[in-house]
C-alpha cells in the first residue's frame, strides 16, 4: 500500500469505497476512517503522535489533486528502480474523494441500511443545519447534528444537548473540528464510543453541506482546481493552500532525494 511523508494512502476506487463502508458497518466494532490531504500528510510528517493516530486507521482515502500526483510520482520513481528486479510495486491510488462525497456516500448507505449518522463540529449551528439538509436529501435518513463542547463524547455513553435526544446511540459519527484535531479526538476516544461502527474526520464538510460555504463548480472540481475557488472564496486561506499547492510537492520530492 502507499505511504506518502510516511503516512498511510490507502488505494481504494471509487466502485469499492460504498462496499467498504457497508462491511464496516456490519462488524461490530469501531472503524476509523480518514481523508488525509497534503495540509494533513505535511502536519504528520513533522508529528509522529499524529502520523501513528492516521496510519492506525481502517481506510485512509486520498483527499485531494495534490496527493494524488504525489502518489502516482512515488510509484513512477519506484517502478523505475525496480524494474531491473521484477518486484511488485505499490498498488496505484487512481482517484481522490473529497471527505464531502464520503460523507455523502455513508448518509446514502445510512438511509439505505436504517443505520443513523451524528454530525459533531463545525460552527454553532452548523452541524444541526447541515443534518437538516441531509434529512431533506436522503428521505428517511435518521441523523443529527451536534456542536462541539456541547457534551463530554470521553466520558458519556449517551449523546445529549439542545438538539440530540439522550438516548440517540450512532451508527456512524462526523467529526468536523478541523485537522489534527479531530482525527486525534477519533484516536483518543476510539474506546469510549458504544455502538459506533464508523467514525470520520470530515473537516469543512459540514459547512458545504449547510451551505454556509459554496462548493467549486463540477468542472473545477474535475480538473482538481477546488483550492483555487477556495482560495477566491477565503482569500486568508493562501498560506495554507500555499502549503498544499508548493510547499508539499517539494518536501515530497526533497524526501525522496534524501532517502535516494
Given amino acids: 500500500m502507499p505511504f ?35 495540509e494533513i500528510i505535511l502536519e504528520a510528517h513533522r508529528d509522529q503522535n499524529f502520523r501513528a493516530c492516521l496510519n492506525s486507521g481502517d481506510l485512509n482515502i486520498a483527499d485531494g489533486v495534490s496527493v494524488l500526483f504525489a502518489s502516482r510520482f512515488l510509484r513512477f520513481l519506484k517502478t523505475k528502480s525496480h524494474q531491473e528486479l521484477n518486484t511488485k510495486v505499490a498498488q496505484k491510488i487512481e482517484n481522490r474523494v473529497p471527505g464531502v462525497e464520503v460523507l455523502l456516500l455513508l448518509c446514502k448507505i445510512a438511509t439505505e441500511e436504517g443505520k443513523s449518522v451524528l454530525f459533531y463540529g463545525a460552527g454553532a449551528g452548523v452541524a444541526e443545519k447541515a443534518a437538516g439538509v441531509m434529512r431533506k436529501v436522503f428521505v428517511g435518513l435518521d441523523v443529527k447534528g451536534l456542536d462541539p463542547g456541547v457534551v463530554d ?63 467549486a463548480p463540477k468542472w473545477m472540481r474535475r480538473l482538481g482546481f477546488e483550492w483555487l475557488y477556495r482560495l477566491y472564496q477565503q482569500p486568508k486561506r493562501i ?7 508548493v510547499v508539499f510537492p517539494l518536501v515530497v520530492v526533497w524526501d525522496k532525494i534524501r532517502s535516494l
Fill in 153 to 215: 463524547l470521553a466520558r458519556t455513553a449517551t449523546w445529549g444537548g439542545p438538539n440530540v435526544d439522550c438516548d440517540f446511540a450512532p451508527d456512524i459519527l462526523a467529526v468536523a473540528l478541523g485537522h489534527p484535531k479531530q482525527e486525534q479526538f477519533i484516536c483518543s476516544m476510539a474506546e469510549e464510543w458504544p455502538g459506533v461502527k464508523i467514525a470520520i474526520g470530515v473537516g469543512g464538510a459540514l459547512d458545504y453541506i449547510s451551505g454556509n460555504v459554496k462548493r
Fill in 4 to 38: 506518502i511523508l510516511g503516512v498511510r494512502v490507502d488505494a481504494v476506487k471509487k466502485g469499492e469505497l460504498e462496499l467498504k463502508l457497508k462491511s464496516f458497518l456490519a462488524e461490530d466494532r469501531l472503524h476509523k476512517v480518514f481523508t488525509p490531504n497534503a
Fill in 239 to 245: 498560506g495554507r493552500i500555499f502549503n498544499a499547492v
